[in-house]
Structures are given as structure tokens and as C-alpha cells.
T-cell receptor, first 114, second 115 residues
């Protein structure tokens, strides 16, 4: 198993540009999450999904969109990038049925908006 | 709403010594999990240890153990025989086990192990 993979690892965007951060998991997990981590801070939840076709907002959803058309993929879309979106983005997943509630994280994407 | 508080932004410990990282949380839920995650400079989030709220026995994983005080809503992490590889950010996290499974993370404690 590759676990949770994210692409790209690094990206620099200009203000106003758009991009999609990709996240894929091969563990057949039903829950998936997107977090952002600002320097020296903890993780803040952007969006999450409880299964294909079902998504919901987290703590900081403004400026982002998600979709979940398959169990494996959970892309995060940034529209009209702003400097405030400079951060490290993590994707994670869990399998509720396993009853361990451990989140499996991807390696993160470092995004800089200038 | 649940909150997780880590009151120690930075800590340091000598190699081979013991260090305790603090975490408190606030919730009205009775069933939940608590976690400690380690984030080394590589940025990868690594699960260190988990604790089920219904279990009175404190979880242990090799050199890592927790002191779980449910009534006080406290969940501290003890690292014994500290090693240079333990240098990292440590995050405490909470997840309730009913409804939707959203995690709440603390702001982290940066631990430096000194040679």
C-alpha cells in the first residue's frame, strides 16, 4: 500500500491563480480530510468527506472547494489564490470500521502565494 | 465545541532524560479518543500513541506513555530515555467517536533533545 499520497510537494502561485492539490489513498478509507498548517501552528480542518459524494466544511473553508467522486480521491481546489493561503496542506484518511480512529497522513504540500 | 490546549510552546531535554508534555482538552462527550502525533522536520505526521477514553489504563508504547486523567481532562505524554530522534513538534489531538469524526488538534509543543 502506498497509503496517502499528495501532489505536488511544493508549489508557488501568483495572487489570483488557481490550482488543485491532489490527494489519493489506497486503503479503502471512507473518511478523508484536508488540513492546513500555518507556521508554528497546529492543523486546522478545511474540508472533510465521509464517503464518495459527501463533503462538508471544516473550520476554515473559505477560498477552497473539494469534491469526492471516488473513495480514493479527494482533491482540494484553490480559486483566486491569496497570500493568506500560504501554508502547508495535509490530506488524511481514516477507516471507521477499524475502530482505531488513527488518521493516516500524506506527506504534505507546501504552497506559497506571492 | 471541543478544544485542545497545549500550554508549552517549546521544551528541551537532555539525551537519556525524561520529559513530559502537557495537554488539556474540553468536551462534553463521554466517548472519544486522544492521540499524540509527532512531526519531525520532514513534516510527516506520525502517530505516537492513542488512548481510548473508556479505558482507565494508561497507554504505553515502548518509551512513550501517557497520563490520562479523564475527570481533569488532562492527557500528558511522557518520553523516557529521550533520544536525538525524538526532536520534533508534538501535537495532541481529540476525536469523538459518535456522529462525524472530526479531529481537533492542539497548537503543538516543539521538543528539542540536547546531546
Amino acid at each position: 500500500n502506498a497509503g496517502v499520497t499528495q501532489t505536488p510537494k511544493f508549489r508557488i502561485l501568483k495572487i489570483g491563480q488557481s490550482m488543485t492539490l491532489q490527494c489519493t489513498q489506497d486503503m479503502n478509507h471512507n473518511y478523508m480530510y484536508w488540513y492546513r498548517q500555518d507556521p508554528g501552528m497546529g492543523l486546522k480542518l478545511i474540508y472533510y468527506s465521509v464517503g464518495a459524494g459527501i463533503t462538508d466544511k471544516g473550520e476554515v473553508p473559505n477560498g477552497y472547494n473539494v469534491s469526492r467522486s471516488t473513495t480514493e480521491d479527494f482533491p482540494l481546489r484553490l480559486e483566486l489564490a491569496a497570500p493568506s493561503q500560504t501554508s502547508v496542506y495535509f490530506c488524511a484518511s481514516i477507516a471507521i470500521g477499524q475502530a482505531t480512529y488513527e488518521q493516516y497522513f500524506g506527506p504534505g504540500t507546501r504552497l506559497t502565494v506571492t | 465545541a471541543q478544544t485542545v490546549t497545549q500550554s508549552q510552546p517549546e521544551m528541551s531535554v537532555q539525551e537519556a532524560e525524561t520529559v513530559t508534555l502537557s495537554c488539556t482538552y474540553d468536551t462534553s462527550e463521554s466517548n472519544y479518543y486522544l492521540f499524540w502525533y509527532k512531526q519531525p522536520p520532514s513534516r510527516q505526521m506520525i502517530l505516537v500513541i492513542r488512548q481510548e477514553a473508556y479505558k482507565q489504563q494508561n497507554a504505553t508504547e515502548n518509551r512513550f506513555s501517557v497520563n490520562f486523567q479523564k475527570a481533569a481532562k488532562s492527557f500528558s505524554l511522557k518520553i523516557s530515555d529521550s533520544q536525538l530522534g525524538d526532536t520534533a513538534m508534538y501535537f495532541c489531538a481529540f476525536c469523538k467517536t459518535s456522529g462525524t469524526y472530526k479531529y481537533i488538534f492542539g497548537t503543538g509543543t516543539r521538543l528539542k533533545v540536547l546531546a
